[in-house]
């Protein structure tokens, strides 16, 4: 468990961070230098905030108004830097149990044995860390931020220098290792794919601010703010105003469109922010009969864009008689199966369907 309430100025750049955190993986998610690692570092002591308040399970670790402030090696918090900060001079046995130098010769050893058959670095305990692989230097980081028994572990972009294959087999290596463990473990990282697998839920940060703490669903399909739902792929995001409201939708007008919307606490005339993500744009198959449901948001137009990465396609959407001055109005993702069964690569005119209930006014 732990409890942050912090403020701290660098120069021009202000953070102000607000959050919890319990037995749980939670992402610090958005752009660099919005404060993620910056909040990292005063958790960890290694920055002394301006004011506020840490609490580490059930002890206070720095606040500000009774003059708290305890060091790092006295936080039990176990740091993966991004960059794994091992030592080059001692051996893979040596770097997991830096920590470790009060205990007894003999409960050290098997204290590092253990992490060792955890993080499965059996027959590389004598060697340096320029010996290693990238892999293997980020296995020893993890059993190095383990091996102290912590009641809290940081993870500061930790896959970020890894390739893709070894990105993915040691990010659920870390996931099965961590449910076992069951330790309270704020990862900071800029990527969504990374900060959605990883964590149950997320604190997403821009500008040394908050903008939102929820659980990960709820931050990908229901963002706070315009931000938050650029920093998590919305792409489609329109201003409009509420022209109409009903028992179970609102209607908007905004940017030449007309769009349904579920009913949300607004009224007439107010102003408002909406998206949908591109995934949720629906292409209609002019073959088959359409629901009443799919009419609602019915837009005609053309794709004049499209970009192929491999799993699917990013296309650009024109909307038919919208004379806005934008080269697009609508981004649609597309799995490569729909891609080939539809004969997008040939056919261009298209009618979409923006449905209801994926539409999401901020």
Same mark, same amino acid.
């Not at 409890?3 to 037995?23: H, M, N, S, W, Y």
């Not at 606040?63 to 090696?73: E, M, S, V």
């Not at 940060?205 to 929820?214: K, N, S, T, W, Y």
């Given at each position: ?18 959050? &919890?955190? +319990?037995?749980? $993986?939670?992402? @610090?998610?958005? =752009?660099?230098? *919005?404060?993620? %690692? ?108 383990? &091996?102290? +028994?912590?009641? $809290?572990?940081? @993870?500061?972009? =930790?896959?970020? *220098?890894?390739? %893709? ?125 359409? %629901? ?71």
């Amino acid at each position: 468990m732990i409890e942050v309430d912090i403020a701290k100025r660098l120069g021009g750049f202000r953070l102000r961070c607000q959050f &919890t955190a +319990g037995e749980e $993986l939670v992402a @610090l998610f958005g =752009p660099s230098g *919005a404060g993620k %690692s910056l909040t990292l570092q005063c958790i960890a002591g290694l920055v002394k905030p301006d004011r506020g308040r840490i609490v580490i399970g059930e002890q206070v670790v720095f606040d500000a108004a009774l003059g708290i402030d305890l060091p790092p090696q006295k936080r039990r918090v176990g740091y993966v830097f991004q960059h794994y900060a091992l030592l080059p001079h001692l051996s893979v046995a040596e770097n997991i149990g830096y920590g470790l130098h009060r205990l007894a010769p003999g409960e050290r050893q098997e204290k590092v044995a253990q992490m060792v058959r955890l993080m499965r670095l059996e027959g590389l305990q004598s060697r340096r860390p320029l010996e290693l692989s990238g892999g293997q230097q980020q296995r020893v980081a993890f059993a190095r931020a383990l &091996t102290i +028994g912590p009641a $809290l572990l940081l @993870l500061d972009e =930790p896959f970020s *220098a890894l390739d %893709s294959a070894i990105r993915s087999k040691l990010r659920q290596e870390l996931l099965q290792i961590l449910s076992n463990l069951k330790i309270t473990t704020l990862l900071v990282t800029h990527n969504l794919e990374e900060a959605y697998t990883l964590s149950g839920r997320m604190v997403v940060f821009d500008a040394g601010r908050v903008l939102q703490v929820g659980d990960r669903d709820e931050v990908l399909h229901r963002p706070a703010c315009r931000a938050v739902a650029r920093f998590t792929g919305a792409k489609n995001i329109f201003s409009g105003a509420v022209v109409r409201v009903a028992a179970d939708r609102l209607e908007i007008e905004g940017e030449g469109l007309r769009v349904v919307a579920p009913r949300y606490e607004r009224n007439v005339g107010d102003k408002v922010e909406f998206c949908i993500r591109p995934e949720h744009v629906m292409l209609l198959r002019p073959d088959r009969v359409e %629901s009443e449901r799919v009419k609602e948001n019915r837009l005609e137009g053309r794709i004049v864009r499209e970009i192929s990465h491999g799993s699917g396609a990013t296309l650009f959407f024109k909307v038919a008689g919208l004379a806005n001055g934008k080269d697009y109005d609508l981004q649609i993702e597309v799995p490569a199966h729909v891609y080939q069964k539809l004969d997008l690569a040939k056919r261009k005119d298209w009618a979409v369907s923006l449905k209801k209930g994926c539409v999401h006014v901020f």
